[in-house]
């Protein structure tokens, strides 16, 4: 695979962690928590393919699949000279995440799951990913806000911070279309992760918003259930951006978690 040169927010000295970020977001999502946990850990939050200031996929958008996602980080991260690192990863984060558990199960030091899910989509979940991609052609990442900017926080963070929400607002439209519709081809396509759980033997951290409308709360049982020794740290008052609606108890759970590695 040719190198790829991913744009990235870094910060600290020690463990490395890698924040890689959800759809359709960039690695900006992560600077707060960058600069909290950066007294703790080498802190590393890349725009993934496609996204922010990263160059796409090489392949083309509807040959897209998590495991280039993957790959490209684990190259990336080489090249670095980065072998071993704590891997976060926030929804489709996640769905990278098990993709690099699978393929690069030695780089792994322990993994942090945010807001995520192993299953694959249903036939109806797929057929909606290529409708919205449909819709991106044509409208670019505004069909993407209109469809997931009502759902992303718990109804008190639309009401207390509206603030957030304008900023995700504005970090989801700065997306490229190219970028957005790789992403819902690759998360259509993505295989059911569920039997790969528990071959996972790094020390894991499972996080949740207690009110997150777009991965349900049973999800993160599956998780837990299958993932040996791993830990749920449930996070009150917060809908799917669990870190930037609660980041001090999101970053206390990361920092407690680090501790014991
Ligand atoms: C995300 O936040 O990354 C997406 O909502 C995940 C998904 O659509 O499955």
Do not use: C
Request: charged share 20%.
């Amino acid at each position: 695979m040719a190198h790829h040169r991913l744009n990235a927010i870094e910060q600290g000295k020690g463990t490395p962690l890698v924040l890689l970020h959800g759809f359709p977001f960039d690695g900006s999502i992560w600077r707060d928590q960058v600069e909290r946990l950066g007294q703790d850990a080498h802190l590393i939050a890349p725009d993934m393919p496609g996204f922010g200031q990263s160059a796409d996929l090489e392949d083309e958008s509807k040959n897209a699949n998590m495991d280039a996602y993957a790959d490209t980080l684990a190259d990336w991260l080489n090249a670095k000279g980065l072998d071993k690192v704590v891997l976060a990863g926030h929804s489709m984060g996640g769905y990278v995440a098990f993709a690099f558990a699978r393929r690069h199960p030695e780089m792994l030091q322990g993994l942090i799951l945010v807001s995520t899910k192993a299953g694959s989509d249903t036939e109806a979940g797929r057929e909606g990913r290529y409708k919205q991609a449909a819709a991106v052609e044509e409208r670019g990442a505004q069909a993407v806000v209109d469809a997931m900017l009502p759902k992303l926080f718990a109804p008190a963070t639309y009401n207390d911070k509206p603030e957030l929400v304008e900023q995700i607002r504005a970090v989801m439209l700065n997306q490229d279309r190219q970028g957005i519709i790789a992403a819902l081809y690759a998360m259509a396509g993505r295989p059911d992760s569920t039997p790969g759980l528990s071959e996972i033997t790094v020390p894991t951290l499972v996080i949740t918003g207690a009110e997150d409308a777009i991965i349900p709360a049973p999800e993160a049982e599956i998780l837990v259930s299958n993932i040996k020794g791993s830990k749920h740290v449930p996070i009150e008052a917060a809908g799917h951006m669990t870190m930037l609606e609660q980041p001090e108890a999101f970053g206390d759970a990361v920092s407690a978690f680090l501790r014991k590695l």
